[in-house]
Structures are given as C-alpha cells and as structure tokens.
T-cell receptor, first 108, second 115 residues
Framework: EDQVTQSPEALRLQEGESSSLNCSYTVSGLRGLFWYRQDPGKGPEFLFT???AGEEKEKERLKATLTKKESFLHITAPKPEDSATYLCAVSRGQNFVFGPGTRLSVLP | GAVVSQHPSRVICKSGTSVKIECRSLDFQATTMFWYRQFPKQSLMLMAT?????????EQGVEKDKFLINHASLTLSTLTVTSAHPEDSSFYIC???????????FGPGTRLTVT
C-alpha cells in the first residue's frame, strides 16, 4: 500500500536556527515527490518537484533533496514568516498521496 | 503563472440546501482537476478526480450523488454539495494540473458551514 509519513509532526525553531523536515514514502511507480507549504485557512502553495534520487532543488531558505525512500526539506536560517505546515506528496499515476504534514513554528 | 481560483471563499447554508463551489484555472488549461476535503489539523483527503468532458472518478467512501462534480471546460470545474448536512461542514480545496508535469496547483479553498 502506498504510504507517506512525515516527521516531526510539529517543530518549533528560534529565528535563525536551521533544521530539516523528513518525508518518507513507500510507493510503487513513483512519478514525482512534491513539497507544498500551507498557511492556516489557505490552499497549499507549490514549492518543489523532485523526480529522481539525488536531485536537489533550492528556493530562498529552502532546499529539498530526494533519495530512494525519503526526502528532506532543509530550512536554513528560518524567519518567522516561514511558519506554516509543510506537506509532501508523492505521485503515482495522476493522483497524489499526501503526508500528514509538519507544523513549523519559527519564533522571533 | 499557474493560478487557481475558488469561489466562494466562505459559504454558510442551511441543512437540506445545496451549495455550488467553482474552481477555475486562470492562466493555464487544466486537463485534470481534483477536489479535496480537509478537516482541522489534518491533511488533505482526495474526494474525486475529474478530466475535462469526462465523468469524475470518486474515491472510496465518497458519495457521488451527494458531491456532484462537473468539469465542463479546461478551465472550470464545479463541486455541488447536495442536501447538505452539518457533517458536510469542512474546508474544500480544488487543484488543477496542466501539461506537462505532474504538479498540482491549488485554489485558496472554500470554507463551508452547514447550520
């Protein structure tokens, strides 16, 4: 059965304190792994797509990496505005399987 | 680019009435649109997938007669919640996917409250 897990469930960081979020998956026929950011009461905002092991993508303070079984979202020197829930999803065919998300809080 | 809108953003209706939610891709043609439901502090739950001009494919446990989906054009899909009940109160989010690629772009969501 296709499955996506994320850890930790919640993470509190001080401003400037770098850390990583984990997304582990088991899926047959992976067609991509996706990271989204979701603010309360809003729809998810697309961040990255990763297609193959070893691939890396960067955007401002965020960097996503992919292995055959997991992906990491590294946050370097986070700011309070980075506080959100970060969701990862894997694509098998045309549908996504979403993980439960990591709620990130960055304190000033 | 890749902007998806939803209307309305919030709706309150009485039990037994029907509510229609619109989802539009504003700057691309969406070959496939998806409807999700999200409960507080939970992840997204896929309700159905629709391709333009075809009948929607519903996930197991989702009542197709209660949640009517129409994908009449490459830029518009609608979700109608029929005979709404308080337990249908939730946050409904649509997404759209164009070509190429598998990315889904999400709308801002619709908060439905059934009284």
């Amino acid at each position: 059965e296709d499955q996506v897990t994320q850890s930790p469930e919640a993470l509190r960081l001080q401003e400037g304190e770098s850390s990583s979020l984990n997304c582990s998956y088991t899926v047959s026929g992976l067609r991509g792994l996706f990271w989204y950011r979701q603010d309360p009461g809003k729809g998810p905002e697309f961040l990255f797509t990763l297609y193959s092991a070893g691939e890396e993508k960067e955007k401002e303070r965020l960097k996503a990496t992919l292995t055959k079984k997991e992906s990491f979202l590294h946050i370097t020197a986070p700011k309070p505005e980075d506080s959100a829930t970060y969701l990862c999803a894997v694509s098998r065919g045309q549908n996504f399987v979403f993980g439960p998300g990591t709620r990130l809080s960055v304190l000033p | 680019g890749a902007v998806v809108s939803q209307h309305p953003s919030r709706v309150i209706c009485k039990s037994g009435t029907s509510v229609k939610i619109e989802c539009r891709s504003l700057d691309f043609q969406a070959t496939t649109m998806f409807w999700y439901r999200q409960f507080p502090k939970q992840s997204l739950m896929l309700m159905a997938t629709s391709n333009e001009g075809s009948k929607a494919t519903y996930e197991q446990g989702v009542e197709k007669d209660k949640f009517l989906i129409n994908h009449a054009s490459l830029t518009l899909s609608t979700l109608t919640v029929t005979s709404a009940h308080p337990e249908d109160s939730s946050f409904y989010i649509c997404s759209a996917r164009g070509v190429p690629g598998y990315e889904q772009y999400f709308g801002p969501g619709t908060r439905l409250t059934v009284t």
